[in-house]
């Protein structure tokens, strides 16, 4: 049922970019792998973990998108889901790493041994095993925002007070995760990976898997946004973004429809933090600093919120910048971003992609208008058939 | 009658003595500074001692200089002599010597002798015209509580008019005797004395005392001790009240202004954080204005600092609202996101200017120190903050209930619309509520830039916990932000002990997460209507 | 709260029931003491000035509000006190606010096939697929609604009255027993509003219909009994003509 609900309809513009997305999941390895070093399109080395911390971004800030711009759910503490997902996957790398520590402890990380901890704490059993880490990647941040949600959407905390206790949230998980009494490494957090599943993760082989997977997974991710947005539980979650009480009068379960979104939404920023850990090589509780999540925020807000490339173009665009900007000018990188935050939200609210989107659609309207001087009365006639229907569903889907 | 009269003698004997060095000339210690370089150790221990007795003014820092290995003196003995950087100098007028014996070497020490040195030291102190001086050696005494000394410290007593230091000594008096072999009744005096002081100390007394006394003395030394601890135990939760009501009021000054603005105009201002730090850089720049330019006034440069703060900020608030806020009205999310990028800048213009590290603001001779209320020690500062706090919660709360600009906001906080075609400039009233509140978190800057690091990131450490006490306390109500900060504030003091600094403060959040989960709207909130 | 149900109740056949309702804000008596009863198929009228408790009383009946003390039934057996707003909509009472609230980014089709009565659950709409029999029923929606030629039009798009007409189409896809409408004529034109007054009495064949609304002309052109709200409870009840020669409603309501 979930397979055909995948391939269910797509917007042909989602279909073609993930499809492009894929293409790079490919064309990025095969470059870096087998063009010489000095070929125009040869993608050198130190770019592919680059390129592939952007798409885990864009990944994260496309499950933010799904709550934020189809929802109406500000999350302020999406950076919390990512982390969690992040460290479950340090946690299974760090068990790689076995006896090679500089402590040599054949169960224990390092920072156990450390601090003279005798025994393995119960909640890192099963982490030396992949699927178990990978479970673990999409049930650990799903439980919490579940159990979050659970309580904000039925005690019906909304808007700026519901952006606030999520802000909340993810700063008590900051101070949480600085103690080393979590386990989890304290301020260092998990670092020094060897390998996953056998390969060594510096190597330029499992480098270019790694920006292959994360490619799959956004590709894949997409997919199952356009799935769910386009179908009539996306419509509802529009619905109670524009008018949640009309949604309610109407008998829907708003806190149930907000859970289910907001959960997903979670599970899928979980997968983006196990796929950037391997990559970047750390997962520390800074991961958890509020500043970060609103960042995301910010990605979302560029790119266009309430559109599914939007946020994908819009995280890439910015950290594309910033890397750009830290390297060239460091000092200045605050003010570009804080600057971009006032300009998106005066200027460009719809960010790139959603003004793109009106641009089009204006000029749309304006043939459409001329044709409808001519036929208007047959189109009235004609509306109950079937073009209608379908050209419903395409217009919907923006 | 037999003591008052041994106690008249001493005194007498010790007033006469006092005269009598005070007449006696400098010179005429020189040859007891020289005996210092002759004979052997017992010798000098008596030459030490004879030094000490004749009272002069110099003798506690010659005694320094010879325990500090500078003093020098021909092997076969005579002149004593001062080791300086560029050779010798004369001990008593520091003139430099430059015809000295070929044989000298340091005057040695062993422990006899260091012994001596610091009985004499203590004798001087506890002695000394200086006021601290005294306390200081008294309170030394109290901790080593010698028995050798306690000659000394009974002349001393008999002498001291000061009535703390006096305590002191009585209390060391007392520790002195319960290690000798002083009666049953004067034993039991002493242990009344050192109970009465009533603090941690006198329990640490106490104990040790108990496993050494007299079987018939341990019920009584027992009592004291209980009694001192549920004493302790109630100053421990007055304490710990008083250390929240502390934190409470660096909250509330935090958070009054995101009141006013979340409250009233219904605007998150995530820079408000940064209107706090620029009201402590302001502080800053005065205090380093008037210490240059009038340094007289250093000592009431706050005076300066409060309206310059508000002011600066106020103004810098009221080019927001102008600026990009009045634009986003309407869109509470989209305002977070900009006042958050604005934030940044403020941040990074802030380190810009004055570079990255803490700046030192310092505080004024009556925000220092500490004085005693009961069994807790009370900072000046802390004190000081708590009564600015609650001014300014007040004087807040006049302006909205009595003021021409509170009614016009208040109007428009309930109907906008109508407001406006009663004739009010609601941009006016928007502009001012704003400046208003991004004014007072500059004077809350002012406050925070005496006990807290004045760094660029000031701010940052303030904004959640006063987002958590205005959504604590309710929207719309500044006694819910009164009631919200003291609870927050006494809750995280009371729960630190026992969870932890850090833990308390995830607890506290995780507690709060939980409360809006059963109020949504805080614990004063408006009902009805009005609301939606 | 006494919810409390007599036993006396379970013999009244009415749709709804209200019987000794009062709630209040901070002190001020929205409702006092209302007590109202609504047959099936009845259309009926309520009337009153600017904080009578009209929609108070909507919001009590539709679960946004609880009130303080007091009891309502709904098909003489479903207490409303106990439920929200979503189970109270699945239980077959629309709601029409008095400000047109639809779903404006969706086009005027997508807001009748959300408000359409199907199961409302996440994974029933995450998998829901238009059937024929939802889609003619969509279409037979559009037409009663007179908004078949716009049926692609974003509703932000629709005017004032439009969107009044599509909400109603949305309550009439919700297929309520009872439908309750928030002044449905404010803003309309006097055509409009003739319109409207005609849509309304063609609905309450099938259902029973509640109207508040300020503008006489179209109560007496709904014809239906009329109960006239004050302070919370009601002031009269009965014909049109009886109750605005009641001295009692001309000095509350139309003599100011």
Known sequence: MITQMLLRNHDKKVLWFALAILAAAVLVPLSNLLLPAGNPLHVPDHMVPLLGKYLSYALLALALDLVWGYCGILSLGHGAFFALGGYAMGMYLMRQIGPRGVYANPLLPDFMVFLNWQE???YWYGFDQFWFAALMVLFVPGLLAFVFGWFAFRSRVTGVYLSIITQAMTYALLLAFFRNEMGFGGNNGLTDFKDILGFNIQAGGT????????AIMLALALLLSSAIVKSKYGKVLVGVRDAESRTRFLGYRVENMKLFIFTVSAMMAGVAGALYVP???????????????IEVVIWTAVGGRGTLIGPIIGAVLVNFGKSIFTAAFPEFWLFALGALFVATTLFLPKGIVGTLQQFAKARDERKVAAAKEHAYQEQAAKSAGEDGLASAHTQAAE | MYRTIQIFLVALCLIISAFATGARAQEDIRPLVDALGQGGFPQKIEAVGALAASGDPKVAEILGLLSDGKLFAPKTGGAVFLETDSGYADVLTGAPVTDVPGNLQKIRLNNGLRGAISAAMSQLTLLSPDRGARFAAAQDLLKEANPENLDLLNSALAKEQDAEIKATMEAARAVILLKTDASFEDKEAAIATIAARGNRDAVNILNAAFSSAPADLQPAIQAHIDGINQKLAIWDVVQNIWYGLSLGSVLLLAAIGLAITFGV?????????????????????VQQTINSAAPELANFSLAFAVPAA????????????????????????????????LSLILQQTIRTIFGPTNRQVDNPSWMSGAFDFGGMSITWNRMWIIVFSIAVFFALLLLLKRSKFGLQMRAVTQNRRMASSMGIRTPWVDAFTFGLGSGIAGMAGVALSQIDNVSPNLGQNYIIDSFMVVVFGGVGNLWGTLVGAMTLGIANKFLEPYAGAVLGKILILVLIILFIQRRPRGLFALKGRAVE | MTTVKPAALKTTNSILYLDGVSVSFDGFKALNSLSFVVEPGELRAIIGPNGAGKTTMMDIITGKTRPDEGIVYFNGEVDLTQKDEADIAQLGIGRKFQKPTVFESHTVWDNIELALNRKRGVFATLFYKLTPEDKARIEEILETVRMTARKDDLAANLSHGQKQWLEIGMLLAQEPKLLLVD????????????????????????RSVVVVEHDMGFIRDLGVKVTCLAEGSVLAEGSIDFVSSDPKVIENYLGR
Do not use: C
Not at chain 2, 274 to 283: D, F, I, N, Q, S
């Open chain 2, 310 to 341: 508000f002011l600066v900020t106020g103004l810098i608030g009221i080019g927001i609202e102008r600026g990009i806020i009045r634009w986003l009205y309407g869109r509470p999310l989209e305002t977070l996101l900009a006042t958050w990028g």
């Open chain 1, 207 to 214: 480098r270019a898997t790694l920006f292959a997977a994360t």
């Open chain 2, 265 to 285: 105009m219904g605007v998150i201002n995530m820079a408000h954080g940064e209107m706090v730090m620029l009201g402590a850089y302001t502080t800053y720049v």
């Open chain 1, 279 to 293: 990559q970047v090589g750390i997962i520390n509780p800074g991961e958890f600093a509020p500043a970060n999540s």
């Open chain 1, 120 to 122: 393995l704490p119960w």
């Open chain 3, 183 to 206: 002044e449905p004529v404010a803003g309309m034109t006097d055509a409009e509003t003739t319109e409207t007054a005609v849509l309304l009495k063609e609905i309450a064949k099938t």
